[in-house]
């Protein structure tokens, strides 16, 4: 009896690992994306390129035709989000520095866009610079405060980006409703930020606009995926690839369905290593990482790192990547003091209550306890609904001993375990 009672045990333990390692309820299927990402050519990709070919020949015989380097900046801009290559970025910005230069920053339209593009490489203080400039010469106000909004948030200037969307207020404005969709999300009312959305993609659907239902559905699939929405958002980035075959943002949230819901590595670790042919960023390393350590592969995981720190160091990223950086060194004890320096950088860029975690979270690994607290309780409880941040918040809490307050954000997070993912999941579990 006593050994049939062991048996039995061991194998409802077996089962009970099998389960959270395993889920049984299918949503994606190869024969659904599969052609996506056995493309061999890239539409988008080669239509800029032209452009740009045909633009920059117009130039080279009419140089002091200064509309043409907008439109070459514009295909540049394409090129970037098409291929994640950071130096077609630069290249843009290096096209609208002289377009600014030769209209004497006196025209509200290439401000703006050089404003965008910083948004892009993390400059923020840099992009609110210029948006307050636009903003003084007068014109286009609407469109100049749709970029103050965008800034303002980058910058947790909050207040201020309140401010920005009621200046814009229209409910059947395509612009105003993602950003009031935004603005709901960072309220933490996700069920109102996709209804927003909702909104939004049925303006692009009734003007039949195509890159506007792209960045709609995309971001559909992302939000149905927070909200735990598997299906809808497995749908949505579907439809992002009917339109847009090579969208990277669509199959990489394949990929996290295939790794975060289904658990399945193997189908997760192929998605990426295709797309990553064609949109090759550093980032796709560290979901690799991820991967491997769900799978208990510290090989695999270390030779991802690796590969991930070599790309920045052989290419320039800026502040890009700082966020990043910041949480891979305060996992580790080692580079815990790594982290804060980083932290304190980001705190400069953009003091936000995301900003503010990562430091709360390094000197939490520093084994300042303490002083984590402190910060968090300052900075981040009450002014952030980032799963990531109430998980950090809640380990704190734990480490200064105040358990009272992890049972409410361990519901929470539980709720969030598909956004944070299955290595965060067990973490959660032992709060």
Known sequence: MKTIKILSILLFTALL??????KSDKIIAQKDYNKYLE???NKSRDFAQSEINFWQKKYDKVPNQTSYLSLLASNYSKLFENTGNVKYLYKVEALLLQVNKEYHYETVGPIRSLGRNYISQHRFRDALVLA???LAIGEGMKETQKLLFDVNMELGNYTLA????KYLNDSKDFDYLIRVAKWNDHL??????????????????????????IWTYSNLGDFNGHAGDIQKS???YLKTLELDPNNSYALKGIAWIAFSY????????????NISKRHHTPDFYLLKAQIAEFENNSTAKNKNLNEYFTMLNTINYGAMYNKYNTLIYADDKSTAAKALEIAKIEIDHRPTPDSYDLLAWSYYNLGDSKKALEIAEKYVVGKSFEPKLNYHLATIYKANNMTAKI??????LLKSTFELGPNLEKKIISL
């Open 132 to 134: 307050n400039k636009a």
């Open 407 to 412: 049972a409410p954000i361990k519901e929470e």
């Open 234 to 236: 497995y749908e949505y």
């Open 262 to 273: 289904e658990r399945n590595t193997h189908e997760a670790k192929r998605i990426i290593d």
């Open 188 to 213: 933490g009312d996700l069920k109102t930020a996709i209804s927003l959305m909702e909104k939004a993609k049925d303006i692009a659907i009734s003007n039949d606009n195509k890159s506007l239902k």
């Open 39 to 41: 493309i061999k050519d």
């Open 162 to 165: 309140e401010k920005n969307l």
């Open 17 to 22: 690992m099998l389960s959270c390692n395993q």
